[in-house]
């Protein structure tokens, strides 16, 4: 293949050969990356996993004799279902735990109407001069009494 230099003007040749080098893709952000423990699971999502199957299984194998093997399959999965949550569910960087506090303190909490409040410095510092002068006029008035009583 000829192509022609933008600096020279001069034919020149070059191969077509592509050379086979490993190209990884790199996040923008790097705070997203989570440590990969075991079988690519995070740390979180062990202990979910392992804790819906400690939960789970063991309450499959004791159900399957009274409510048959569909109905036990189907309670285990209802069981298993909130670890799975917990260890899946991110939005925002948030994690269902925190979304869930969040909400309950939104919705139970914290008052429903808040009402808005100014903290006005200038009149606390009048109603400070205010005191500040009552108290004042009743030290005289005990002072010139105390005067009277003397005399």
Do not use: W
């Not at 036990?72 to 948030?94: R, S, T």
Request: aromatic share 10%; with cysteine.
């Amino acid at each position: 293949m000829r192509e022609t230099s933008f600096l020279t003007g001069k034919a020149f040749s070059f191969s077509t050969e592509v050379s086979s080098i490993a190209y990884v893709t790199v996040p923008k952000d790097l705070t997203k990356i989570k440590s990969k423990m075991l079988f690519g699971l995070t740390k979180r999502q062990l202990v979910c996993f392992g804790s819906a199957a400690l939960v789970g299984v063991p309450l499959f194998f004791l159900s399957k004799g009274s409510m048959g093997t569909t109905s036990a399959a189907l309670c285990m999965i209802l069981v298993m279902l909130p670890f799975f949550l917990f260890a899946l569910y991110e939005k925002n960087g948030q994690t269902l735990e925190v979304i869930l506090g969040h909400l309950t303190q939104c919705k139970f909490i914290r008052p429903k109407r808040r009402i808005y409040q100014t903290n006005n410095a200038y009149s606390v510092l009048v109603r400070q001069t205010k005191l500040e002068k009552e108290v004042q006029a009743i030290a005289e008035k005990s002072g010139k009494r105390a005067a009277r009583r003397k005399a």
